[in-house]
T-cell receptor, first 112, second 112 residues
Framework: DGGITQSPKYLFRKEGQNVTLSCEQN?????MYWYRQDPGQGLRLIYY???????QKGDIAEGYSVSREKKESFPLTVTSAQKNPTAFYLC???????????FGAGTRLSVL | DQQVKQNSPSLSVQEGRISILNCDYT??????FLWYKKYPAEGPTFLIS?????DKNEDGRFTVFLNKSAKHLSLHIVPSQPGDSAVYFC???????????FGTGTRLQVTL
């Protein structure tokens, strides 16, 4: 089945620890995105990538890092510099940046 | 600066009645608009879209209306069903905004 796979579904982070959220797509889309959703809030863009080996900061990039070494993969690292990491993280992809975005099922990150 | 606004955080509608969700935007260069539906702990799913060359697009029970002069779009769901209970996000793209800009969402509850 074509789609976007996020893993893990639940993740716990200890203080001072970096954690990496996985996002893989087999839709052959060029563009990929990471969003954060807090309770009762909308979707806030963290980073996006229009093409392999290129990415841009979104609205709330501080404390996060990404890489785009393969078209299919766009992992997000939540670094220890992100002081409030507890949230629901969503990955999406689209053929181009102005096209319909298709979302994964999300990863819920909590701090121990 | 919130370029896409959903001013009603929540809406409650009886089953079988019409649900009307509203969205306002400020960027006159937006030329493509989308609605997404999101259940808790899941990723948003694309629902319906409309191009700025149209003022109405219909897909089954869902109709989106676009009023460019008022910079306003609305999603009508007729008849509303309990399974429609979810958070609905509008999104827009166009001009120098090369990627989707999301609103903050409206939580729809369809009651029996």
């Amino acid at each position: 089945d074509g789609g976007i796979t996020q893993s893990p579904k639940y993740l716990f982070r200890k203080e001072g620890q970096n954690v990496t959220l996985s996002c893989e797509q087999n839709l052959n889309h060029d563009a990929m995105y990471w969003y954060r959703q807090d309770p009762g809030q909308g979707l806030r863009l963290i980073y996006y990538s229009q093409i392999v080996n290129d990415f841009q900061k979104g609205d709330i990039a501080e404390g996060y890092s990404v890489s785009r070494e393969k078209k299919e993969s766009f992992p997000l690292t939540v670094t220890s510099a992100q002081k409030n990491p507890t949230a629901f993280y969503l990955c999406a992809s689209s053929p181009r940046t102005r096209d319909i975005q298709y979302f994964g099922a999300g990863t819920r990150l909590s701090v121990l | 600066d919130q370029q896409v606004k959903q001013n009603s955080p929540s809406l409650s509608v009886q089953e079988g009645r019409i649900s009307i969700l509203n969205c306002d935007y400020t960027n006159s260069m937006f030329d493509y608009f989308l609605w997404y539906k999101k259940y808790p702990a899941e990723g948003p799913t694309f629902l319906i879209s409309i191009s700025s060359i149209k003022d109405k697009n219909e897909d089954g029970r869902f109709t989106v209306f676009l009023n460019k002069s008022a910079k306003h779009l609305s999603l009508h769901i007729v008849p509303s069903q309990p399974g429609d209970s979810a958070v609905y996000f509008c999104a827009a793209v166009g001009g120098t905004a090369s990627k989707l800009t999301f609103g903050t969402g409206t939580r729809l509850q369809v009651t029996l």
